[in-house]
């Protein structure tokens, strides 16, 4: 992976990756108001999430900015889907702060890492937690019963498999912090 030196350029892949803090406040107005406008917003820039990531390594513009700025735009969704859906009595208030908490910790370990020049990529395990959580929540948010198939029990199943995977790649992130931070200390 090749880093830019310039920290705080912006390039395409970083300009998606704010629209995505930019368009919190609608998605939470919206939401409410409108379930489907709500999960259509919050689809949109969940596929951001995939879009600056991709375009940034294609295009060579990976920068400590984004490396810092991208996950935590991530989590700013996530954590204000969570609360609505903890605000429209879709979860459970201990479901939403276990997903926070766990966001908290691996995103403090990979900025406290990158301070050090160490880079701890995103690992199959987070990936598939980031992939269970945002189809839960759309689910949740749309909470319909489609051709029999109620979409609130689907999203209620795939934010505890989310659960699951946040626990298992949390610990995988703490393990290669450690390995990698203990190796650069020797």
Wanted: with cysteine; charged share 15%.
């Amino acid at each position: 992976m090749r880093l830019s030196g310039n920290t705080l350029r912006l390039n395409l892949p970083t300009a998606l990756t704010l629209s995505r803090i930019v368009i919190i406040p609608v998605f939470i107005l919206a939401t409410p108001v409108n379930n489907f406008l709500g999960a259509l917003i919050f689809s949109i820039a969940s596929i951001t999430d995939f879009l600056d990531g991709y375009l940034a390594r294609r295009s060579g513009q990976i920068t400590k900015f984004g490396i810092i700025l991208d996950p935590i735009a991530d989590k700013f969704l996530v954590i204000a889907a969570l609360i609505l859906l903890v605000d429209m009595a879709r979860i459970s208030v201990w479901v939403a702060v276990i997903i926070i908490v766990r966001e908290f910790l691996v995103t403090g370990l990979r900025v406290v890492a990158l301070s050090k020049d160490i880079v701890i990529k995103a690992e199959l395990g987070g990936k598939l937690k980031t992939t269970s959580q945002i189809i839960a929540i759309i689910c949740l948010i749309l909470g319909w019963d489609v051709m029999g198939f109620d979409l609130y029990d689907a999203g209620i199943v795939l934010i505890w498999i989310s659960i699951v995977l946040s626990i298992i790649s949390g610990v995988q992130y703490m393990v290669t912090f450690w390995k990698k931070t203990t190796n650069t200390a020797l």
